[in-house]
């Protein structure tokens, strides 16, 4: 059975950090690209960072600088470490699993999604102006 579980969400003050963890099973967690994308009300889906199998990691141009996604592939979990955040991070943040081996393209996003195969039920994070 295919688990992703995200952990590490809460409620922050602007400039604030958080780090989030997905632990997954059930599944070759070294085989795939993993990600993290953003849900936000009345805003749509939004990738907010990827690392492939090798360790290349891809970002949206909002969170850059800010927002590092880093693997472990001895624990099969992918983290995210979220450092001066701002109140329009506040989302709902999921992890997946992705056949995505990297993207020439900026939009890397787009290559990342239609190569979903798993994702978790997320963790709310919510940023205090």
């Known amino acids: 059975q295919v688990q992703l579980v995200e952990s590490g969400g809460g409620l922050v003050p602007s400039g604030g950090s958080l780090r989030l963890s997905c632990a997954t099973s059930?599944?070759?967690?070294?085989?795939?690209?993993m990600g993290w994308f953003r849900q936000a009300p009345e805003r749509p889906r939004e990738g907010v960072a990827a690392?492939?199998?090798?360790?290349?990691?891809y970002y949206t141009d909002s969170v850059k600088g800010r927002f590092t996604i880093s693997r472990d592939d001895a624990k099969d979990t992918v983290y995210l470490q979220m450092d001066n955040l701002k109140p329009e991070d506040t989302a709902h943040y999921y992890c997946?699993?992705?056949?995505?081996?990297?993207?020439?393209?900026?939009?890397?996003?787009?290559?990342?999604?239609?190569?979903?195969?798993?994702w978790g039920k997320g963790t709310v994070v919510t940023v205090s102006s």
């Open positions: 997946a699993a992705a056949t995505f081996r990297g993207s020439k393209s900026p939009d890397w996003w787009n290559t990342f999604y239609y190569a979903m195969q798993y």
């Open positions: 059930g599944f070759t967690f070294g085989a795939y690209g």
């Open positions: 690392i492939t199998t090798n360790g290349t990691t």
